[in-house]
């Protein structure tokens, strides 16, 4: 069972517009949240996080929005760039131990 | 900063063989080690979670017998696939977290082939 799920699995926007990345979860003992991005050929890399205290977090064009009742959980990119074309990974863990990493959402944003 | 460096970034090994990959950790303490294998076309696996002074917890599909682990101190952590076969190839990625703090720190990775 998948414990972590993220949609679109692939997403085109163009330069300047709003990708919305979209994840949920299973298990309600999860209490933290954390958005890695991966390049091709890269290590992930954290990109922002969030824990249920808040239902928003913002830094920069990135905003996570949080609904802690319906597990759900999105990630904004706002005034998109072609640089920002990459895998993106919704994660969650209980006390931050060990990671359970949704599919990826693979981003790419045409000039 | 926090870095984590892993090695070897790439390595092939005969299928039956064994390699072993390392993790330091850089500029923080590694209280607890995450071993994820990423297979291709797939996201994120959890292997095992090292905590120092604490036993080694393996995920289901995981053994200590294919993947032993060891995590001597607070800033290596060394893993090896023993008798690595096609389905063992993919990319292994160390994460490495300081106790009491969030952020989970990843290594770039080792890149195994089996042929």
């Known amino acids: 069972q998948q414990q972590v799920r993220q949609s679109p699995q692939s997403l085109t926007v163009w330069e300047g517009e709003t990708a919305i990345l979209n994840c949920s979860y299973e298990?309600?003992?999860?209490?933290?949240f954390p958005w890695y991005w991966q390049f091709p050929r890269e290590s992930p890399a954290l990109l922002i996080a969030?824990?249920?205290?808040?239902n928003k977090k913002e830094d920069g064009r990135f905003t996570i929005f949080f609904n802690k009742r319906e597990k759900k959980l999105s990630l904004h990119i706002t005034d998109s760039q072609p640089g920002d074309s990459a895998t993106y990974f919704c994660?969650?863990?209980?006390?931050?131990?060990?990671?359970?990493f949704g599919t990826g959402t693979s981003l790419l944003v045409d000039p | 900063g926090a870095l984590v460096y892993q090695y070897p970034r790439r390595t092939i090994c005969k299928s039956g063989t064994s390699m072993r990959m390392e993790c330091q950790a850089v500029?923080?303490?590694?209280?607890?080690v995450a071993w994820y294998r990423q297979s291709p076309q797939k996201t994120f696996e959890l292997i095992a979670l090292?905590?120092?002074?604490?036993?080694?917890?393996?995920e289901q599909n995981f053994t200590q017998e294919k993947f032993p682990i060891s995590h001597p101190n607070l800033s290596f952590s060394s893993m090896t696939v023993l008798n690595a076969y096609l389905e063992d190839r993919g990319l292994y990625l160390c994460?490495?977290?300081?106790?009491?703090?969030?952020?989970?720190?990843f290594g770039p990775g080792t890149r195994l082939l089996v042929l």
């Open positions: 090292s905590t120092v002074n604490s036993a080694i917890k393996y």
């Open positions: 994460g490495a977290r300081e106790g009491g703090k969030d952020t989970q720190y």
């Open positions: 969030i824990r249920p205290v808040s």
């Open positions: 500029g923080f303490q590694a209280t607890s």
């Open positions: 298990d309600s003992t999860f209490d933290y």
């Open positions: 994660a969650a863990s209980e006390g931050g131990y060990k990671l359970t």
